[in-house]
């Protein structure tokens, strides 16, 4: 079993940066991929960014591409989300999510736990 807990969001202007934060809780954090989803009002949860279990591969969806970057400290069971020039199109919950195999993947019906989500809105 592995309880997510997300930190880090809060509200920010069109150009700020923000570091999303996963703490993970249980033994199998560090052998599992671990991803980062969003839900903005009224649209379906989206994929942004996935990370391996050995940090050695990252895929991230096309609109965050050079904005986002996905992290992880296996030591402190914590996973990274940095975003910088924010949009307010980036306005959502961001969720990060984790899975038992250690290659990441895109698509959410793969990931087994989830966290509460955190919210993240960008003013104009």
């Known amino acids: 079993q592995v309880q997510l807990v997300e930190s880090g969001g809060g509200l920010v202007q069109t150009g700020d940066s923000l570091r999303l934060s996963c703490t993970a809780s249980?033994?199998?954090?560090?052998?599992?991929?671990m991803g980062w989803f969003r839900q903005a009002p009224g649209k379906e949860r989206e994929f942004v960014a996935t990370?391996?279990?050995?940090?050695?591969?990252?895929d991230y969806e096309d609109f965050v591409k050079g904005r986002f970057t996905i992290s992880r400290d296996n030591a402190k069971n914590t996973v990274y989300l940095q975003m910088n020039s924010l949009k307010p199109e980036d306005t959502a919950v961001y969720y990060c999510?984790?899975?038992?195999?250690?290659?990441?993947?895109?698509?959410?019906?793969?990931?087994?736990?989830w966290g509460q989500g955190t919210q993240v809105t960008v003013s104009s």
């Open positions: 990370i391996s279990a050995s940090s050695s591969i990252t």
């Open positions: 999510a984790a899975r038992p195999n250690p290659y990441p993947r895109r698509d959410a019906s793969s990931y087994a736990y």
């Open positions: 249980g033994r199998t954090f560090s052998t599992g991929a």
